[in-house]
């Protein structure tokens, strides 16, 4: 069986999320659907989570693909440090190669030692100025995510944070943000460099979309210019 690219399982998750925003269905629908997105497209987890806050960090809404994510999120809540509640404080990515030997947040590690969780990668939900929460996946083997993972999660954490703010709201469809419409482009633009990628050999998805970053990092330029570079050069050479 074929395995979708990550990009393209979290544009449908983006899509799930846009088709409750024209229905008005719950915001717990919409973080589940993204939960779903996630657990797919991060290769090496057994499943992800979404949290919603409020100002205070009281938490206003969750959704998960598994109990163990439930039960890893609960302690977070409960015991007021880890992962997720950092990435959402701090408003940065957080990777964690081996909770078992992390020493960030000690309580956290300790009660979820008998759970089957060794990696995490947790990002921020931003939609503007607004801080919403994080999104997180958990592996059950140590070293599973890097910060290539990171950006590809923050990649989506935009239009998906922009989305969740306005199914919060009152705001209707027509009134998604020009950011929101940058960030959809972006994900097409990044699309179609890996499909350029693909075809000249690159082998799979994963390895194609590696291969953008490592080029971003080289050339010290965005991921979205190095795409929009390399789909330019390849119209413009007519292959």
């Known amino acids: 069986m074929n395995r979708k690219a990550p990009l393209d399982e979290l544009s449908a998750a983006v899509g799930r999320i846009m088709g409750l925003l024209l229905t008005e269905e719950k915001v717990n629908d919409a973080v589940l659907h993204l939960a779903q997105g996630i657990r797919h497209a991060i290769p090496g ?5 979404v949290s919603l806050f409020d100002a205070r960090g009281h938490r206003t809404s969750t959704g998960f693909t598994d109990e163990v994510v439930a039960e890893a999120d609960r302690l977070q809540y409960e015991l007021g440090q880890g992962p997720c509640l950092t990435a959402w404080a701090a408003e940065v990515p957080v990777v964690v ?9 000690p309580e956290w590690s300790a009660a979820i030692s008998a759970l089957p969780i060794r990696s995490v990668l947790s990002v921020p939900l931003v939609a503007g100025q607004q801080v919403l929460g994080a999104i997180k996946v958990y592996a059950d083997t140590p070293n599973v995510y890097d910060d290539d993972d990171a950006r590809l999660l923050e990649e989506f954490a935009a239009p998906a944070a922009t989305l969740l703010s306005h199914i919060q709201g009152t705001e209707t469809v027509n009134q998604i943000s020009a ?5 959809l482009y972006s994900r097409d633009l990044v699309n179609r460099a890996c499909g350029i ?17 490592t080029m ?10 190095v795409c929009a570079d390399l789909v330019a050069g390849t119209a413009a050479g007519g292959h």
């Not at 190669?97 to 960030?104: L, M, P, Q």
């Open 45 to 49: 987890s057994i499943g992800a989570g």
């Open 97 to 105: 190669a081996d909770v078992a030997t992390h020493e960030r947040w």
């Open 179 to 183: 950011s929101l419409q940058a960030a």
């Open 197 to 213: 990628l693909l075809a000249r050999g690159s082998g799979t998805a994963e390895q194609a979309l590696s291969e953008l970053m």
């Open 216 to 225: 971003a990092r080289t050339q010290q330029k965005s991921l979205v210019d």
